[in-house]
């Protein structure tokens, strides 16, 4: 069940999503969905919820060009405050600066499928490592 509750959410991920929606599917209270999706997630639903909603904006911010009111909408977030608010609380910056920083990295990672093995370096803004890495296309 809790499986199939992860898995919707992920198909519907800009919808509204509640608790009670899916107590009164799976016909349970909601005490014991909580209990339960916590137990076999290890996450409230809350959090694997905004977990979820986060992970879908990083791949937005780094993958497109989309303006933030956009990916705040798609990825379920009532508004473009409300998403900088939470995104930064999960990621430790705002999704401006997480596009800036992430960007580069998708870009050289394509480049690579497109032209074969180089090699690059990416720099990780939160480590303040560089490490030199050869991508091979396959």
């Avoid at 009670?20 to 409230?44: D, H, I, P, W, Y």
């Avoid at 919820?49 to 956009?70: F, N, P």
């Amino acid at each position: 069940e809790i499986t199939e509750v992860v898995a919707y959410i992920a198909e519907d991920i800009a919808e509204k999503i509640t608790i009670e929606s899916f107590c009164k599917v799976l016909n349970v209270s909601q005490a014991a969905f909580m209990r339960n999706f916590k137990k076999v997630t290890g996450m409230t639903f809350a959090k694997m919820l905004l977990s979820m909603r986060v992970r879908y904006a990083c791949l937005q911010l780094a993958r497109t060009e989309k303006k933030m009111i956009a990916i705040a909408g798609e990825a379920g977030f009532y508004d473009e405050a409300h998403f900088t608010h939470s995104f930064s609380e999960s990621m430790g910056e705002t999704p401006t600066q997480y596009r800036l920083n992430n960007k580069t990295i998708f870009d050289d990672i394509c480049i690579v499928c497109e032209e074969g093995p180089r090699e690059i370096e990416i720099t990780s803004k939160r480590a303040k490592k560089r490490k030199k890495t050869t991508l091979k296309n396959g």
